[in-house]
């Protein structure tokens, strides 16, 4: 009988285990299997910091923060928390940053009360949806924003639903900045 088993231990390609030792095998396969899994679930779990607002009772900190992205192209959008179009220029932002992931690129989000609905907490949902390092958004509950880049552009109304591009070195201190490119959504 003793000759025979060590036969059967050395067929190619077949290895025959103890009982014990299968037991062992199959412990440890299913404790680094449950690891591995338990490790995956924690980095799942760890969830980017929240979006936050700055409120703006002046332009000043939309103005500082311009000039700390300087060297940046610049995007700023002055839009609605809640109209549908503003959402959709939204929603194309996002797209934007996440085809174009260059830490060079910067966007300012200003939510200005201009729909019906239109508050701080519908823009803080808002910016809940989307969370990038390059993205900061703030809440012109005056409309301040608006009605500088109205005198800006030149236009006849709060300047909202627009989107104002600068490239690097291209804003400075004072409100007179224009943009390299501007586009009203409509």
Request: aromatic residues 8%.
């Amino acid at each position: 009988k003793h000759a025979v088993v060590s036969e059967v231990d050395r067929i190619p390609g077949r290895l025959i285990m103890k009982p014990k030792t299968r037991v062992r095998v199959i412990a440890i396969t299913v404790l680094g299997v449950l690891g591995t899994v338990f490790i995956t679930a924690l980095a799942r779990r760890e969830t980017p910091k929240a979006a936050t607002i700055t409120d703006l009772n002046s332009t000043e900190p939309l103005k500082r923060r311009l000039q700390q992205d300087a060297d940046k192209v610049t995007l700023i959008a002055l839009v609605s928390p809640v109209c549908p179009l503003c959402r959709h220029g939204f929603t194309d932002i996002q797209s934007v940053l996440k085809n174009v992931p260059d830490d060079r690129l910067r966007v300012h989000i200003v939510f200005l009360p201009m729909y019906p609905g239109d508050n701080k907490s519908r823009a803080q949902t808002r910016a809940e949806e989307f969370n990038d390092a390059r993205v900061s958004y703030y809440w012109d509950g005056d409309k301040l924003t608006g009605k500088e880049w109205q005198k800006v552009l030149g236009i006849e109304s709060i300047a909202w639903d627009v989107y104002l591009l600068y490239g690097p070195n291209s804003y400075h201190n004072g409100s007179g900045a224009k943009p390299a490119f501007w586009m009203h959504q409509l």
